[in-house]
């Protein structure tokens, strides 16, 4: 029979475990595990601290004696990996922090995961600067948060794990300060739309410090942290999270002749096999391909290490499974908003010098004469051919299913025609007749063949006055309590009879509230011969994004 080794028992490492057992009742499989705790959930954290979960034991998913029972999996907590011999297939383990045995291996899946980043700043050492990665990391943060005399929080990195931090934190009662050194947070999405999840913390009392890194820490006293930025801007907290993004907890094969990549991820081919013999790599820790642009990228999410760790599993069972590559599908939660996103944004694409299309829709989150639709805004990224890209999603209610439908569009390779044309569940509490999924690819449709063009926030900013004019098409009142400057306003049902207004030599920008009105009166004017082109998003797009 075959001995497996596993290194690491969280999300990869767990889920090759119990996978292998199903396939092989023979195999000796044994989990090495540095902390105390095996298989938790990471996801869970922050809302244990936050409260929402209330139950600390909620969050230890499996233990290693349910392990053994059910799976005949021999779990070894509080050791640590020390050193990987592939020539001779043995593992070098250290227990408790003291003494150190070998385990010879047929197998070895490695699942080290990521670990957080900490910059070597002045100050950094003080005890008030915690990360977040695993249980004990929790309980170190729950206990300080629990103290009356922790009010103020900043959180240092506008991530997924920051933000989610930030947003617990705050409904918790404290003060939160949110610091990134980028002009914005969650960096999957793009600069345009993201203004959307940043103005639902600040209406929830955080403050964003944005585009201004720290520069140093120093301390008042043992429980007050100072903050001074690149700035010059110092302030204070009782508390700070420092979530600035993760790096491979690969330091222990340094010199196991694993190949690493330059970040020091393991590099795997597609049945997730490293460059040495037996000794395959998931989860966090490895380099995979992108599944949109097929780069080499890192995607350190729970839903990839999951299905990395049954693919190396199978494969050592003698099933042929591969691993595609991971499109970054993402999603979060920020007070009553939801933002999420997955496959490639415009950011990406422009630094791979990828051309691409966007476009934006509001639609309601179900039909609007049933109480309690939402807007929601899809944005949505396609090439010249209409195959879709990326989508970025924000809302209330129904974004979720709305960026799955298009998650799984792209993992088909689906077009924009395919949007037009999938038959979705409706019935008026739930969504439209045409979707939003739909009506984004309507719009892109449009788009692409010419019946209604598409313009952006740089056409309006760029624009030369000279050859082009700018209409916005809503109502006067709606002009009135806003408009982007310069336009002239001829409300849409007007638009007929006041055509000899606009001038036919020029370029005309059309913009509405949300785009839709100007797509009518893009079909109007293109139909009398006019040059012409409708915002996309509308007027709501260029106000946020402003
Ligand atoms: P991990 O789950 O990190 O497991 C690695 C394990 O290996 C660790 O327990 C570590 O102690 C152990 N280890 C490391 N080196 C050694 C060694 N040398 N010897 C022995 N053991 C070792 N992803 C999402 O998709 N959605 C979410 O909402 C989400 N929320 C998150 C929230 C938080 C706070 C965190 C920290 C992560 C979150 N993630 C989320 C990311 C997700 O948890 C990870 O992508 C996933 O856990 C990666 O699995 P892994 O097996 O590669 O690594």
Redesign the pocket.
């Known amino acids: 029979s075959k001995k497996v080794i596993i290194?690491?028992?969280?999300?990869?490492?767990a889920s090759a475990a119990t996978r292998l057992r199903r396939l092989d009742e023979r195999a000796e499989i044994i989990i090495?595990?540095?902390?105390e705790y095996i298989s938790y959930a990471?996801?869970g954290?922050?809302y244990y601290i936050g409260g929402t979960i209330q139950e600390r034991s909620k969050l230890l998913v499996q233990t290693p004696e349910m392990m053994k029972k059910r799976s005949r999996i021999d779990v070894r907590v509080n050791?640590?990996?020390?050193k990987i011999n592939t020539l001779d297939r043995i593992v070098t383990i250290q227990q408790n922090g003291q003494e150190t045995y070998e385990e010879n291996y047929d197998f070895l899946i490695l699942?080290?995961?990521?670990k957080p980043i900490r910059p070597s700043l002045e100050g950094i050492d003080h005890p008030r600067i915690l990360s977040?990665?695993?249980i004990p990391d929790t309980d170190r943060l729950k206990s300080m948060v629990d103290l009356d005399t922790v009010k103020t929080v900043t959180v240092i990195g506008g991530g997924?794990?920051g933000v989610?931090m930030a947003e617990v934190l705050t409904e918790r009662g404290l003060k939160v300060t949110l610091v990134e050194a980028a002009p914005h947070i969650l960096a999957p999405f793009d600069d345009d739309v993201v203004p959307i999840a940043e103005k639902e913390m600040q209406d929830h009392g955080i403050r964003l410090l944005l585009g201004d890194p720290v520069a140093k820490f120093g301390s008042a006293d043992d429980n007050t942290v100072e903050i001074t930025l690149k700035s010059g801007y110092t302030h204070q907290a009782d508390l700070v999270v420092l979530a600035i993004g993760v790096a491979p907890?690969t330091a222990?094969l340094q010199d196991s002749g694993i190949k690493l990549g330059p970040k020091g991820h393991i590099l795997v081919n597609e049945h997730l096999q490293t460059n040495c013999d037996g000794v395959y790599a998931?989860?966090?820790?490895i380099e995979i391909s992108d599944w949109v642009t097929r780069i080499q990228t890192a995607v350190?999410?729970?839903?990839p290490?999951n299905k990395q760790g049954r693919i190396a599993a199978d494969h050592i069972a003698g099933l042929p499974s591969r691993y595609a590559g991971a499109q970054g599908t993402?999603i979060l939660k920020i007070f009553g908003l939801t933002a999420a996103s997955t496959g490639s944004n415009e950011r990406t694409l422009r630094r791979l010098g990828i051309p691409y299309h966007a476009a934006l829709v509001h639609p309601g989150s179900h039909a609007g004469y049933y109480p309690g639709a939402e807007p929601l805004t899809l944005k949505l990224i396609y090439d010249d051919q209409g195959k879709v890209l990326g989508a970025q999603g924000f809302g209330y209610d129904g974004v979720d299913k709305r960026i799955d439908v298009l998650a799984t569009v792209i993992r088909l390779k689906g077009t924009i025609h395919d949007l037009t044309e999938l038959e979705l569940a409706y019935a008026p509490p739930y969504s439209s007749a045409k979707d939003p999924v739909n009506m984004a690819g309507f719009v892109a449709q449009n788009d692409l063949n010419g019946m209604s063009p598409l313009i952006h926030l740089t056409d309006i900013h760029d624009r030369d006055p000279e050859s082009t004019m700018l209409l916005d098409v809503r109502s006067p009142q709606e002009y009135a309590t806003g408009h982007i400057s310069e336009a002239v306003n001829i409300p849409l049902d007007e638009l007929r009879e006041r055509i000899q207004e606009l001038d036919s030599s020029k370029k005309l920008l059309v913009y509405c509230q949300v785009g839709f009105r100007g797509y009518t009166a893009v079909r109007i004017l293109r139909q009398q011969g006019f040059d012409v082109a409708n915002l996309t998003g509308g007027y709501k797009y260029y106000k946020a994004a402003s």
Not at 282 to 285: E, I, K, L, S, Y
């Open positions: 290194v690491g028992g969280v999300a990869g490492g090495i595990e540095r902390d990471n996801c954290l922050p050791s640590e990996a020390v699942s080290p995961g990521a977040l990665r695993n997924f794990i989610e907890d222990f998931v989860g966090d820790a350190p999410l729970a839903g290490a993402s």
